[in-house]
Structure formats: structure tokens, C-alpha cells
């Protein structure tokens, strides 16, 4: 009897630690979401050039966040908030310029990727199947987009652009039902910082994905 309360105990202090995960993890990413949105008004009216510069110090951040993560959680969080403002900045030419276009379509793009994340998320976190067959399938698959995006930028292939699109958008969904299932998973509440940094560039990459279709781009 005693060693079945202590399993119920065990199994409750686990369910305990994986909601308090979760809604750090949330937290942070609506942090990152936040300060993304500062950086990109802030950056709205640079060049191209300086968003390559803040990418790479956001990338420089990303990279700095597991060296953190031995010292201070507090430095950890630090960082993805600075990552998060830096990518804003990194992006801000691109969201101006479609905003100068058709305003419209950010928020289509917007509401898609709500939909799409909360979708793909809620099955990922939902599904007892191991994921991580699928996750390296999508990292490879990841390289291969990124090798016919080069491709595209010399050849013009009917369509190409929305095949890259779309193809990108499958292969994130497949990202974010590993990320939302590790989230489910997981008990370390020390590794919500990282896992924010990895389903926020889902959120990003997708609505990127769903910029380039609405606004026509990925039609040729």
C-alpha cells in the first residue's frame, strides 16, 4: 500500500515539474515573441546589411545561451531575451518590406502561424510515438531546402518558390510536434529557456514561410 502511494506521489511530483516546465517554457516564449516585436520596430527602417549583422549577433547569443546555462539561469534567460530582441532587429527590413507591399498580409501570415503552431503543437505534445525518427528526417530534409533555396536564387523553376515555401512549412511541422512533445517529456525545468529558443524559430520560420505565400512571392 505505502509503495503505491509513493508511486502516485512520484507520478504527481513529475505531472507538477512538467506544468511548471510547460508554462515557463511559455512564458519564455512569449517574452521572445515580445522583445522580437520591439526589435523589428526598432530595426524597421535599416538596411539589409544590419539585419545580417543582428542575425549573427542573435546566432552568437543562441550559441553563448549553453555556455550560460553552466553559471545562471538568470544569464540563460538573459541572452534569449537579447536573442530575441536581435532577431527582431535581423528581420525588420524584411517585415518593412512586405509591409510596405500589402500590410495584410503580416497579419494573414500571422494568424496562419497561430494556427499552425497551436495545431502541430497540441499533436506533438498529445502523441505517445517517439519523434525523433521523424526530427532527423526534418534536419536533413532542412539542409536539402536550404541547398534548393540557393538553387532558386540562380535558376528559375516554374512555382519554385511556393514548393519552397510549402516544403518548408512540412518540415517544420514535423520540428514542432518534436519540440512540443520534448516539452511534454521533459521534468528539467533548467532547459525551458532552450526549449523557447527552439519553438520560437518554429513560430518564426513558419511565419516567414506563410509571408513569402500570402504575399504572392511564392507564385511565379
Sequence with gaps: MSQSLSYEGFGAATRDRTHTLFAQTMGYVALTAALFALGAYLGRNLSYGAGFAAFIAAFVCLIAMRFAARRS????????AVFGLLIGVAVAPTLA???S???????????ATALFIAGFGAAGYATRRDLSAIVRVCFWALLALIVFGIVLIFVRIPHGELIYSV????IFAGFTMFDFQR???STDVASAP???ASIFLDVLNVFLFFLRIFSGSGRD
Excluded: D, E, H, S
Excluded at 507591399?101 to 494568424?111: I, T
Excluded at 516544403?167 to 512540412?170: D, F, N, P, Q, T
Design 73 to 80: 539561469t538568470g544569464l540563460t534567460v538573459g541572452l534569449l
Design 97 to 99: 518590406y512586405y509591409a
Design 101 to 111: 507591399m500589402n500590410p495584410r498580409v503580416l497579419w494573414q501570415a500571422g494568424g
Design 167 to 170: 516544403i518548408g512549412l512540412v
Design 183 to 185: 516539452l511534454r517529456r
Design 194 to 196: 532552450f526549449l523557447a
